[in-house]
């Protein structure tokens, strides 16, 4: 059995190298079952981690069809702030390297186990490859999870199908734990919590058994606005200002997006859509309060997120932001064409 772990630039030390270790300390107690290997989505490289840039070599690429389990870290850097240095930089740019349709390909294969520490959840989900997939992040990443269509669950480790994922840095541990439990045997994952001193912790959370009656009691989850919602009824009575068609650039932390907003208003409502290439999706919940907008949408470019738009106009001209979650918010500009 081979286990992959894919390192990227700017990748959290802790998360790849704790399960590293179990998959080691394992291969050892069962004499060569499970093998263990650092890669990257581009072949044997340095790559450096994050904050500090300590590098660790990865000896291959990763392979979809050699390896039976992969696993993705999170990313180390800047917590606040919307720079090149920040997790959700870093981790919006791992999802734009060839590592999202390498784990698509993995992802599609039932007898493949993808595993995930941290972050490196967000990595997938702003790829686009965990809509409707229950899964779980570092605390600070609940809101983005939920933002990309994920269904977020408050647990140290979830399992949906061959999907693993595990919270905080430190679960890394208690993935890597489950997985040898679940590949190789309790006692084989028992022996190596006696080497490491560590308990394995919690419960890993399935879609399985019986629901709990108890609404406390229920995880955490997103619920996606219904398409009820795409009409709402105009707070102001100039609400036709913002009428028209809208040449909008947002600029994100990993690039800008061109997008066409078309804004009507009529009987009392409000309609918007956004158009970006070939895509056209429905603004939701809009709701226009004097000279501002806000509403929700889905956009698929540059990854899978439910933004909030809260913009302001003056005359032809529209500035604004677009944020999700705990994401850099997205400087919103924009001008009527017609």
């Known amino acids: ?72 870290p999170g990313a180390a850097g800047d917590v606040v702030g919307d720079g090149p240095d920040s997790v959700p930089a870093i981790l919006a740019q791992a999802a734009e390297t060839a590592l999202t349709p390498l784990v698509q ?22 790829g686009g490859l965990l809509k409707h997939r229950h899964a779980v992040t570092h605390h600070l990443g609940m809101e983005v999870l939920a933002a990309t269509g994920a269904v977020p669950i408050a647990a140290r480790v979830v399992q949906d199908g061959n999907l693993i994922t595990g919270g905080g840095v430190t679960s890394g541990l208690d993935v890597a734990l489950y997985i040898v439990e679940q590949q190789l045997g309790p006692r084989i994952a028992h022996a190596v919590e006696q080497l490491f001193e560590y308990e394995r912790r919690g419960v890993t959370w399935r879609a399985e058994g019986l629901i709990p009656v108890s609404g406390a009691a229920q995880p955490s989850s997103h619920v996606t606005p219904s398409a009820n919602d795409k009409e709402t009824s105009i707070a102001s009575s100039n609400a036709a200002i913002f009428d028209g068609t809208w040449k909008v650039t947002i600029s994100t932390p990993i690039g800008k997006q061109n997008v066409l907003f078309q804004i009507s208003t009529k009987d009392g409502l409000v309609n918007g859509t956004a158009t970006q290439d070939e895509e056209r999706v429905e603004f939701v919940n809009p709701i226009i309060t004097g000279n501002r907008m806000m509403w929700s949408q889905r956009i698929t470019k540059p990854m899978s997120l439910e933004l909030k738009f809260d913009v302001t106009i003056n005359g032809n001209t529209m500035v604004g932001i677009a944020k999700a979650g705990l994401l850099p918010r997205s400087k919103v500009e924009g001008t009527r064409m017609a």
């Open 105 to 126: 390909q993995s992802l599609g294969q039932p007898d493949t186990l993808i595993a995930t520490v941290c972050g490196g959840s967000l990595i997938l989900a702003m």
């Open 1 to 72: 059995m081979l286990a992959q772990i894919v390192l990227f630039d700017g990748f959290d030390l802790l998360d790849a190298l704790a399960p590293y270790e179990v998959f080691v300390a394992a291969n050892a107690f069962t004499e060569g079952e499970l093998d263990v290997e650092l890669v990257t989505a581009e072949g044997a490289r340095m790559v450096p981690s994050g904050m500090t840039g300590l590098e660790i070599k990865a000896s291959g690429k990763l392979d979809p069809i050699r390896a039976q389990i992969v696993l993705i």
